[in-house]
Structures are given as C-alpha cells and as structure tokens.
C-alpha cells in the first residue's frame, strides 16, 4: 500500500466541531490539533476542501492557530473532487498518494466517483488516521518535517516565476541556484531511502534500496553513493537527489538515479547526468544507465535519451551484470564526452576521481 503524501480536509464537522457559516462559532478538538500536528511531523501535506466562504473560514483556522499547517487550501462552492485534483495538479501528486476526509457521505462518494484513487475517510475515523498503515512513511527524516516549508518556499518561487517576463533561463539564473553533490553517510541513509520509496516520476528504475543494502554500499570500494542537494535565494530545497554508482575499469553504471520532482523545472536529473558522463569521460571510462519502465517516468527516460543513453551495444557491458531479481531492467549505454559547467546554476561536486 502506498504511503499518504497529501491528506485534504473538510473543515465543517471534520476538523473542527460546528458549521461557520450556521453557527458562526466553531470549536477544535485537542486530539484533533494533535493529529494534524502528528500527521505533519511525518512529512505528509495537508491540505482543504471545503464548500464555504473563503475569508470567513480562514480566519477561523488562523484563529484557532493550525492555519500554517495547511497548504494550498481549496476553499470555494465548486465539487470536491475538483479541489482534490487542483492541490494534487499543484503538487504534481498521482491520486494514489492522495487522502480526503469529509463527514458527510455523499462529499465522499462524490470524490471517489471522479478520483477512484484516491482514498477517502470518513470523519468519525480522524483520530485513527496515525495508526494507519498508509500514514506511517517507512522513514521519517529531519526533512521529512520540514517538507511543509519546503513546499511554501516552492509556491513563492513559482509566483516569482509567473511575474518574470523573459526566457526560463533567465529566470532560473535570478535565482542563485545551487547544486551541491556530496558521498553519503550513514546519517544520511534514510532521507536516501526515503528518496528511493517517494520519488517515482524521476526515478530511473523504481527500485526501493533498503537500508541495509545502502549500509553495505557505502562500504564497498566498488560503489558511490551519492546525494545531491539544492537551495537558492527563496531557501532550501532539502536533499533532491540520489545517485547509486558501480565503477568498472572501462565503464560506470549508473544503477539509480533519482530526482525529486520538486526540481523537475530547474533540469537538475539533465545537470547530474551531465555531470556524470565528464567524470566518467574523465576516467577514461564509457557509462552505463539501468533504466527500467514503470507507470511515471516517462521524464526520466527522455533525460536519459536526450542525454545520448541508447541500447546500443559495446564490449564494455560485458563487465556488468543484471539482478535475476529484476530481469526487466534495461542496461541503456553511451561514450561520454566532458560538458561545460550548466549556466543556470553553480555546481559543488566531488571529484570522483579520488579515493574515497
């Protein structure tokens, strides 16, 4: 089952006790606050779809002091579905990592007439939300409770890019953005595995690395693990990348590459590859890419091609080997060459070169 990223909200008889614009006054439960409280200290968004009046409504949820939990709150007289979509669109979240509560049944039988996907929950269910399988992510990360401000800091971005007139790469070098790629430690593994299990439309294979087998690759000679990180003059972007890499005399295989899709527009996946292909160039080496299909990551596999990855064959392949495990794995292939640094952002990288 997969993990809640975004759980949406009723407000009237849901969050709170009492209707706004009935009784004019409405009241919060303690053990509600502490679910919403809870529920954000793990990482998962919250959102709200209520039929009521916008400004009335928010007042009551500044007032009762849980306003900044919520975002992109959805607050108006259309279909409920419709809210649901929108925050999911703005998020570029697929309906299965969507959640909705609502009190009343036909609200509920409404989003999951036109969004089957999405899971909905009734009210009276809210204070058993954090004992759910679906909303206990496998790993909670120090970022993980920072993600609500992550996103924040995305939505001012992407309002200083709608009121930018000029070119996206213009834009983006407005931004002081910042790429930094460092060797993973152990204190980093469960964002890196976190990063394996959440990040799908980037994510070249879909593998989930446990954190056992991360442990066991840190130690290897034969292996990087690799973590890449942005920030720029809105903040930071947390850690928005990972990169698995098998070196072999003649040829560097790229087992996983994953980037967040937080990131997508800033061309960081292209950046890394990029990267990757002047060291491997560098070292006299030809690079490999695992690259296997899945329902989402129709983006990756264009970076890759895009970035000359093909199923042409060459000797140097005979050097790897494919898990039994995932047979449906395709080994793409290219002699890379060394690329200029990108013009849209500075990048802090380690030489991949040296001994570790």
């Known amino acids: 089952m997969k993990t809640v990223k975004c759980l949406v909200w009723d ?104 969004l089957p996907e999405v899971r909905c929950y009734d009210a009276a269910q809210v204070l058993d939300l954090p004992a759910l399988p679906e909303f206990n992510p496998a790993t909670v990360t120090d970022e993980s409770r920072q993600r609500r401000l992550i996103y924040r800091s995305g939505f001012e971005r992407e309002a200083a890019r709608e009121g930018f007139e000029g070119p996206d790469e213009d834009f983006l070098r407005t931004l002081d953005l910042e790429l930094v790629v460092r060797r993973a430690s152990e204190t980093d593994l469960a964002r890196v595995e976190e990063l394996t299990l959440r990040t799908s439309q980037m994510n070249a294979t879909g593998v989930h690395y446990s954190d056992e087998t991360l442990r066991g690759l840190l ?42 899709c937080r990131v997508v527009s800033f061309g960081a996946g292209s950046v890394l ?49 494919v898990d039994p495990g995932t047979p449906e794995i395709q080994v793409l292939h290219v002699e890379p060459e060394v690329f200029e640094p990108p013009t849209t952002m500075r990048l802090i990288v380690p030489d991949l070169q040296e001994a570790r």
Request: proline residues 3%.
């Open 273 to 321: 590859l990029r990267w990757l292909m002047s060291q491997a160039a560098l070292a006299g080496a030809h690079l490999a890419g695992d690259f296997r299909r899945t329902d989402r990551n129709r983006m990756m596999e264009v970076a890759y091609r895009f970035a000359g990855l093909t199923d042409q064959r060459c000797d140097c392949l005979a050097e790897l080997s």
């Open 219 to 260: 130690t290897d000679p034969d292996h990087d693990v690799l973590v890449a990180s942005m920030r720029d003059r809105f903040g930071s972007h947390g850690s928005v990348g990972i990169i698995l890499l098998e070196r072999h005399p003649s040829v560097w295989r790229l087992k996983l590459l994953a980037t967040s």
């Open 11 to 114: 407000l009237d008889n849901t969050l709170w006790q009492g209707t706004v614009l009935e009784d004019g006054r409405v009241t919060l439960d303690p053990r509600v606050r502490e679910v919403v409280a809870e529920l954000d200290r793990r990482g998962i968004l919250q959102s709200v779809a209520s039929k009521n009046d916008h400004d009335l409504a928010w007042k009551w949820l500044e007032e009762l002091g849980v306003a900044e939990y919520f975002i992109l709150p959805e607050i108006g007289w259309h279909p409920k579905s419709q809210s649901v979509r929108r925050i999911a669109d703005k998020l570029n979240f697929a309906d299965s990592v969507m959640a909705f509560v609502d009190d009343l049944p036909v609200e509920r039988a409404e989003v999951a007439h036109h």
